[in-house]
């Protein structure tokens, strides 16, 4: 990818960006309520922030070009064993560009050294090759199948666990910048 990717703060003006972002191709799964409307985005984003004034999780948004172009989060955050799980989604346009591989190294390096972190995980469904290479690209290797772990309607689907630790060798794609409030 040749432009780099800056993970910043999600804003109030970004609701509607996000409400077309969720209106993508696969993201349905990707927040526990629907976000169909900018106040629904505007909620999305407000569990966010508590998330992140609790320390539990934190969320960016990846902008390019100064667009928003996907998000990568951090959640589950378990201080006991310094553990956090990593999420990402991009946007339909900037999907097959490397987004989300350099969003999800940037964040396992933001998690490993300003957060502390040493074991990030994430899992895809078994029916997502694509998330599957992202993971794999961004240094997180797999684990194991966790069998029927979850259910979107009547389907049970499983799924495939990868983990990065931060001891781990560092991918050899690049990252992006980090920039916080
Ligand atoms: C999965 C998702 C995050 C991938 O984002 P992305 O920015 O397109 O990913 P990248 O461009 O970094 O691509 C990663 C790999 O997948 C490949 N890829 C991307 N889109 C593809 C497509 N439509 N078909 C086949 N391969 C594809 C890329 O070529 C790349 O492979 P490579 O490293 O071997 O070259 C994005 O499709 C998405 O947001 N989907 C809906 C939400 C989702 O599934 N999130 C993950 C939940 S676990």
């Keep these: 990818m040749g432009e780099t990717l800056t993970l910043r703060p999600w804003l109030d003006e970004d609701a509607a960006a996000l409400v077309t972002a969720f209106a993508g191709v696969g993201m349905a799964s990707q927040a526990g309520r629907p976000v169909h409307t900018e106040d629904d985005a505007r909620q999305w984003m407000t569990g966010w922030d508590r998330a992140a004034e609790e320390g539990s999780g934190f969320a960016f948004a990846v902008e390019r070009g100064g667009e928003v172009v ?7 955050i378990e201080r006991r064993h310094d553990t956090g799980w990593v ?17 999800a190294a940037t964040m396992a390096e933001w ?14 469904r078994g029916d ?15 684990e194991g199948l966790e069998r029927s772990k979850l ?9 495939e666990l990868h983990a990065r ?7 050899p794609g690049g990252t992006g910048t980090v920039v916080e409030v």
Aim: proline share 3%.
């Design 70 to 76: 996907g998000n990568v989060a951090v959640a589950a």
């Design 128 to 142: 997502n090759q694509v998330s599957c290479r992202v993971a794999a690209a961004a240094g997180f290797r797999f």
């Design 151 to 159: 259910r979107y309607g009547d389907v049970r689907y499983d799924v």
């Design 165 to 171: 630790l931060a001891t781990d060798p560092r991918p």
């Design 87 to 103: 999420s990402y989604w991009t946007t339909a346009r900037a999907r097959g560009q490397g987004v989300a591989t350099m969003a």
């Design 111 to 124: 998690a490993f050294g300003r957060l502390g972190l040493f074991r990030l995980e994430l899992g895809h």
